[in-house]
């Protein structure tokens, strides 16, 4: 029996500019992480005396590496059967349409980027922060590395609520006391929503990482929280994939599914930089 039983039935994807083009909230919500990511890392930056210039292109760094890293490892870890026959796509904002039309050229709808993978975010993040270190912040890279996992928690924490916005990566079937029903899917039953739960978790995440920055001598100790971010991070999505339907249907019956499995890395090299690494004054 269902004491909150949820009906999600969005009557639009998103803001509709023109007939072709819709700004998606999966997209807003990206937008949303980045402005407030650039907000913290401002605050980040004045206390740590480094300049505006350096923040904007961490800003730009930033977008880029994520973007593409999350884009890659969605095409390679979970969509590669779709995408090597629209390798177009991976890179574009758009899809086969045959109805669809971009600026009068037919064929094709904007899309967004609506396959986004967080491990391949992760990987991105790190090779682009490291490009960035080298050309701008001339630190060790594990001092950005730190700092910049506090953002990326609420970058999290958005990706997760746009997924929900999309009815997408949803949760099993649930006869619990609460549940959602997933009414864009032409569903009458009610699932575990696990893009929230998962969200809920990195609020914690990001919670956890602030207040060590802030309020702790941790902050001192290099590499510290870039690794407790690897550990709670992808702790909290290796036990969250136990309320999720598999993303790739072939691997369902694992032991442990795709997002687990690359899970369990980053939190061997979370631990890795929480218990083993010698730290250095930053």
Known sequence: MHFLQIVWNPTSEGIKITDSFTIHYYSLMWIVAFLVGYYIMKRIYKRENESQDNLDALFIYSVIGLLLGARLGETFFYSWDYFKDHLIEILLPIREDPN???????????????????????????????????????????????????????????????????????????DGPFGIVFGALGEDFARHPGQLYEAFGYVFVFLILWFTYWRTEKRHQTGFLFGLFLVMLFTVRFFMEYFKEAQVDERADWIFNTGQLLSIPFILIGLYFIVLYKPKKA
Request: proline share 3%; hydrophobic share 50%; charged share 15%.
């Open 100 to 174: 669809g039309s971009i600026l009068g050229i037919k064929g094709y709808k904007f899309y967004g980027f609506r396959g986004l993978a967080s491990h391949g975010a992760a990987v991105g993040m790190i090779i682009s922060m490291y490009l960035y270190n080298r050309k701008h912040l001339k630190r060790s890279v594990l001092w950005i590395l730190d700092r910049i996992v506090i953002p990326v928690a609420i970058g999290a924490i958005c990706v997760r609520l746009g997924n929900f916005f999309n009815s997408e990566m949803v949760g099993f079937p649930t």
